[in-house]
């Protein structure tokens, strides 16, 4: 059985390595190939330098699409041009089974190879995107694209994994998809690495995402105010430059660690009593699993893609969204007690285990290719 992964729309192996992803996103491929001898490959968005890369892929292969194509400055162009893609990979295309989708964005380029070739289409959704597009406030004109292309892309699917209940409803009630080909699938973590290491944690609030308006790092750094707690923030974005203005301005200790890859994650995780993530909105976000994982003791603002994942008092601390005062209060109160966070920390570790294993997803993963595969060779 051959499996072809068409990446998101502009991101290559380069942007997953930079971004410090590569190793966590092709960890469940890797594990397909060796336990089940299932050929996957990769249509990336990068060029030849994509094959860099190659190596640490352990089997899957790479189609780089600005191999055989020429990429342009300008991203509209690059877009219309994008409905060519299946028919310079037509060969590799033809002798694949199954299609699959990483995220919405990109996924009419999957659409049209499925028209060509005719292989079943499986449209991965990690965010719904129509869904983020309309919390992120943008523009009319992408609200439009953004319906239109999740619209295509669910209409043309045989079957849609998505992370939530949420989203899965929202699909329903917005597409007008049925229910019996969405599957949730949550987000899957590695215990095998993602674990507690039993080392002394420190008294610092550690976050890990992305610097933008969604995760709401501004209210984190007021709720820090006026303490002497620090903070070290893992990731970048458009707002570094602000969040840093705003801790210098308020005496606020943060500490910038930058981009680290995901194989180094499992230690720094552990080096922390506490974690906090006060986005306004999220999907399923995978740091907050993470950080449960290594038995951190997690505080979560109460919003959907968390509060689903958080039971309050149980496996960590829900506060009001955009509360300061109970996000400072949820912060002291864990710091102070060392049987809270322990408590709440191993609460976190179980429920991972589950129910985010990776063993569940491989299963639920490979299962679903089988019966794709076969139900399109009797058709």
């Known amino acids: ?29 890797n594990e397909l190939i060796r336990r089940y001898d299932i050929q996957v490959q990769f249509l990336t968005y990068g060029d030849t330098s994509d094959r860099i890369w190659e190596k640490r892929l352990n089997g899957i292969q790479i189609l780089p699409v600005y191999e055989r194509m020429p990429k ?8 219309i041009q994008s409905i060519f893609i299946p028919w310079f990979f037509r060969n590799e295309l033809r002798k694949t089974d199954i299609i699959k989708t990483n995220q ?17 289409l499986v449209v991965r959704c990690g965010n719904e995107f129509y869904d983020f597009t309309l919390k992120h406030g943008s523009s009319k004109k992408f609200l439009i694209f953004a319906y239109l292309t999740s619209r295509l892309t669910y209409s043309q699917a045989n079957r849609i994994n998505v992370a939530t209940e949420y989203d899965k409803n929202f699909i329903q009630r917005v597409f007008k998809i049925k229910s019996n080909i969405i599957d949730v699938r949550p987000n899957w973590v590695d215990q095998k690495i993602f674990k507690p290491l039993n080392k002394k944690r420190n008294n610092k609030i550690l976050f890990v995402g992305r610097m933008t308006s969604q995760k709401n790092l501004a209210l984190l750094i007021d709720a820090l105010k006026k303490t002497d707690i620090g903070l070290d923030i893992v990731g970048k974005g458009e707002l570094y430059y602000d969040i840093k203005a705003q801790a210098k301005k308020n005496q606020v200790n943060v500490n910038f660690l930058g981009i680290i890859s995901n194989e180094k994650m499992p230690l720094l995780y552990n080096k922390y009593k506490v974690y906090v993530l006060c986005s306004r909105y999220e ?31 149980e496996n960590g601390l829900l506060f009001p969204d955009n509360d300061l005062k109970a996000l400072y209060v949820a912060i002291q109160e864990l710091l102070s007690s060392h049987e809270m966070c322990e408590k709440l920390g191993k609460k976190a570790y179980k429920y991972i285990k589950d129910n985010h294993s990776l063993e569940s997803s491989l299963t639920k993963e490979f299962d679903l290719y089988q019966s794709m595969n076969k139900s399109n060779k009797v058709e």
Do not use: D
Not at 7 to 29: A, N
Not at 283 to 312: D, F, Q, W, Y
């Open 104 to 120: 919405m964005w990109g996924g009419w380029v999957a659409v049209v190879a499925k028209f060509f070739f005719l292989k079943p």
């Open 283 to 313: 999907g399923n976000p995978k740091t907050l699993l993470e950080a449960m994982s290594c038995s951190c003791a997690v505080i979560g603002s109460n919003v959907g893609g968390i509060r689903n994942i958080i039971r309050h008092g």
């Open 1 to 29: 059985m051959k499996l072809t992964l068409f990446f998101t729309f502009g991101t290559s192996l380069e942007v997953w390595s930079q971004t410090g992803l590569l190793e966590r996103e092709i960890k469940i491929y």
């Open 72 to 79: 342009y400055n300008n991203k509209i162009l690059n877009i």
